[in-house]
């Protein structure tokens, strides 16, 4: 610049040298005054005041510079900041070399190091310029369910060695089955004999169904107070039946039995011949056709022959009661009743025996 000044002031003298001296002292001010005017211009052109002012991602702070300076690089390292450190930890919104304007923003994006863990696992150390916690999450193809806890919250400002932390929280849905027990009810039946015990209806179990709901974290049972936290709901129940038994309290006379020996006739009974008999025990049931428990005494008869509920004697037995029936018990055929399963094989079959057959007291 000042070779090109001496330039103008040599061009400007030669030219009016030649004329005369009473304008040259006049030409020599105007001229003067005309280069003072281009040195100024040229001068605050080149030498312009810049006001820039930087925000950063990461952090509140702000940072304010005004002063000569051409690029952002420059302006910062002249107020004494350190630059290759800034460049390391933060992207800029301007180039670090492009010339700044009078008044220049600019943010400082920052590239922070964050710690990722992700259902109880240690992803490690990743670079991010995501400015918050969701928008890093969004980065790592990471999906986030209404139950999973994320910390700190997605809104949050990424910063500069950040621990995010992803845990998992599920459910998941049992059945359980928990049993009611049925109560036993007794009727009074005058038609058995007082003491014994026939079943009318048979038992049944309830039950309660549930729908357990438990809350696992990254895998884990969660618990609260030293208890896993679960949800029981009752979804079904099965109400038990009651098991009914009727109790006899038909009162009967002793009798004394001898054995082959009938009783003295009593008023109805008559002398029936040309019977078979078999004998059978308690394992073909407890329960006979009349409903009575099976015990000596009871007798399986043809209806058709013998009614049922008469009363029997058979020689070799003693009296019984006419009290069951057989699929193979036709005509004159009868079935008695051995408590003890030996004397039933020793029993074996028996033919024409002669029976007395009384009808029931």
């Known amino acids: 610049m000042e070779m090109k000044i001496k330039g103008i002031f040599s061009f400007y003298f030669k030219r009016f040298s030649i004329r005369g001296n009473v304008m040259k002292k006049s030409v020599i001010i105007g001229v003067a005054v005309l280069v003072i005017v281009l040195i100024s211009g040229t001068a605050a052109a080149f030498a312009m005041k810049k006001n820039v002012e930087i925000t950063f991602s990461d952090k509140a702070e702000q940072v304010k510079i005004s002063g000569y300076y051409d690029t952002l690089a420059e302006a910062l390292k002249g107020e004494?900041?350190?630059?290759?450190?800034?460049?390391?930890?933060?992207?800029?919104?301007?180039?670090?070399?492009?010339?700044?304007?009078?008044n220049t923003k600019v943010n400082f994006i920052c590239n922070c190091e964050v710690t990722l863990k992700e259902n109880g696992t240690?992803?490690?150390?990743?670079?991010?310029?995501?400015?918050?916690?969701?928008?890093?999450?969004?980065?790592?193809?990471?999906?986030?369910?209404?139950?999973?806890?994320?910390?700190?919250?997605?809104?949050?400002?990424?910063?500069?060695g950040l621990t995010i932390t992803i845990d998992r929280v599920e459910t998941k849905i049992t059945k359980?089955?928990?049993?009611?027990?049925?109560?036993?009810k007794e009727e009074k039946d005058p038609e058995l004999s007082?003491?014994?015990?026939?079943e009318k209806t048979q038992g049944k179990k309830g039950k309660e169904i549930y729908q357990v709901t438990s809350l696992f974290k990254n895998g884990q049972p969660v618990e609260k107070d030293g208890k896993p936290v679960v949800e029981k709901k009752l979804v079904e129940k099965v109400e038990p039946v009651a098991k009914v038994v009727k109790i006899g309290t038909k009162q009967e006379q002793e009798k004394v039995e001898k054995k082959d020996e009938p009783k003295q006739d009593e008023s109805?009974?008559?002398?029936?011949?040309?019977?078979?008999?078999?004998?059978?025990?308690?394992?073909?049931?407890?329960?006979?056709?009349?409903g009575a428990p099976v015990g000596h005494g009871v007798i399986a008869v043809d209806p058709s022959v013998i009614p049922l509920y008469s009363r029997v004697y058979v020689p070799g037995y003693g009296w019984g009661?006419?009290?069951?029936?057989?699929?193979?018990?036709?005509?004159k055929i009868i079935d008695v009743f051995m408590v003890d399963p030996s004397k039933t094989r020793k029993w074996g079959r028996k033919y024409n025996l002669t029976l007395k057959v009384c009808p029931p007291k």
């Open 122 to 160: 240690d992803k490690g150390k990743i670079k991010t310029t995501e400015l918050t916690v969701g928008a890093f999450v969004q980065s790592q193809k990471l999906t986030v369910s209404k139950w999973d806890q994320v910390k700190p919250a997605l809104d949050q400002k990424i910063t500069n």
């Open 321 to 331: 009661k006419a009290l069951d029936t057989g699929g193979v018990i036709k005509g």
């Open 176 to 184: 359980e089955v928990k049993e009611i027990p049925f109560e036993v």
């Open 80 to 102: 004494g900041h350190n630059v290759d450190q800034l460049k390391s930890q933060y992207k800029p919104s301007v180039p670090w070399d492009q010339k700044l304007s009078s």
């Open 194 to 198: 007082k003491g014994k015990k026939v």
């Open 268 to 290: 109805g009974c008559k002398v029936m011949s040309g019977f078979e008999s078999t004998a059978y025990d308690g394992s073909v049931g407890s329960i006979t056709a009349t």
